[in-house]
Each structure stands twice: as C-alpha cells, then as structure tokens.
C-alpha cells in the first residue's frame, strides 16, 4: 500500500504541475455548478412540489457526475501518455506488484476529480439557494437526507469510472484512442443515471449498509481486473 501511495503522490504532482488543466478544473468548477443550479430551479419551479422534490437530487447528481468526466482524461492518460513519452520503463522495471502500480495510478488520477466534485457541490447549493431565494422568490428546502446520500454515491461513481480509464489506458496504445474508448465510458454512465439514478438514491435510503457494501465490492472487484489487464512486458515490449 505504501509503494501504491508513492506512485500516486508522483502522478499527483504531474497532474498539478500541468497548469492548463488546473485552469480548466477552476473555470469548471465555477462556472457549471452555477449554470447547473439556474437551468435546474427554472425547471423545478415549474412542477409540482412532489416532482421538483424528486428533480433536485437528480440535478444535484448530474451537475456533480458531469464536470468530473473532464477529470476522467487524466485516468485515461495516464499511463498510456509515459508510454507515448516512453517515461513509464522506470515505473514498471521496478519491484512492485501490478496491483500496487494499477491502484497507485487510480488513487492518483481519482483525487482531482473528487476535489473538483466538492467544489461543484457547495457551489451548486449556495447558486440554487441564490436563484430560488433571490432569483424566483420561492422557498429553499432540499431534502438534505437525499442530498447526503447522493453525495456519499458520487465517490463510488467516480471511482468506478476513473478504474474503467486506467484499464482502458493500460492496454491502449495512444493517448487519442484511449480518449476514443473513453468516450464509450462516459455516456453510458451518465445516461444511466439519469435513466436509474432515482432508484439508486432510493436503494441508497433504504439500505444503506448493503448498498456500500455492493458498490465496495464492485471497486474492489475492478482494481483486481485492472491489475490482471496490466502487462508490464507488453508495456515494455511496445516502448522497447
């Protein structure tokens, strides 16, 4: 755990010191949330009470899942970007297991997106709390119980998605194709849901502990495949 920990802090400090993608993460973080919050009230106020209780943890998980995709392009270009700059050989010559290098790039390439999904949440409240007092004179009330299990959810969406990339990164042979599957990764997700997310939430509620434990089984289940997908003499053998 602790080589896995190593390898993530390195990837950490590659992601912060690209400063485009900082910006991009700022202009993000700041802009949807708010853009999010007044397309979402607009709509709501236009419901019934019961339909606009049931739409709000809906925006709240869409404008949560939405920014961290652009996130996902660091997973996705993780490794597959050090082999195009042929930077990964000292990575994968050295004594640590497949599993350690595959978690060590998912924990690094996870914690930009859940910084950026934190900012985007206390960002999405404060507008939406703004536009219904201020903007449309209507009272603010979110069922915070709602709002705290779709926060709880997020991280294991993310995680999920983020260990999808890796996989795809580890087998790809260019940043462009990789980007290309990943494509293939984020529009499923977010169409499910909005398809399934009422659902999710409501298993979420009602089974709590069941519902952590399914989505840690799922993780858990994903970083062995990704570490069994992860062939380090390929690797060597496409740089060689």
């Known amino acids: ?9 390195r990837e950490l400090r590659e992601v ?5 993608f900082v910006y991009t993460i700022m202009v993000t973080g700041l802009v ?3 853009f999010y919050a007044y397309v979402g009230l607009g709509a709501i106020r236009t419901v019934p009470s019961g339909v606009a209780s049931a739409l709000f943890p809906m925006w709240f998980l869409l404008s949560s899942i939405l ?29 640590v297991s497949n ?29 939406s709390y703004i536009f219904a007092r201020i903007r449309y004179g209507m009272p603010f009330s979110p069922d915070m119980g709602v709002i705290l299990r ?20 580890s087998r790809a042979t260019s940043v462009r194709s990789a980007q290309q599957m990943g494509a293939f990764i984020n529009l499923p997700v977010i169409l499910l849901l909005a398809y399934k997310g ?9 089974s709590p502990f069941e519902a952590i434990v399914v989505m840690l089984a799922a993780n858990t289940f994903l970083l062995r495949i990704g570490a069994r997908l992860f062939d380090r003499e390929r690797i060597l053998t496409q740089i060689g």
């Open 1 to 9: 755990m602790r080589r896995s920990l190593i390898i993530a802090s």
């Open 16 to 20: 912060l010191s690209d400063t485009r």
């Open 32 to 34: 949807l949330p708010v």
């Open 67 to 95: 920014p961290a995709t652009f996130s996902m392009q660091l997973a996705i270009a993780s490794l597959v970007g050090e082999k195009e700059n042929r930077t990964i050989e000292p990575l994968v010559a050295t004594p």
């Open 99 to 127: 599993l350690e290098i595959f978690v060590g790039k998912v924990v690094g390439s996870l914690v930009p997106p859940l910084a950026l999904v934190a900012i985007v949440q206390v960002i999405f409240l404060l507008a």
């Open 150 to 169: 779709t926060a709880l959810l997020v991280p294991f969406i993310i995680l999920t998605m983020v260990s999808i990339a890796v996989m795809i990164s």
């Open 198 to 206: 009422p659902q999710l939430l409501d298993f979420l509620g009602r």
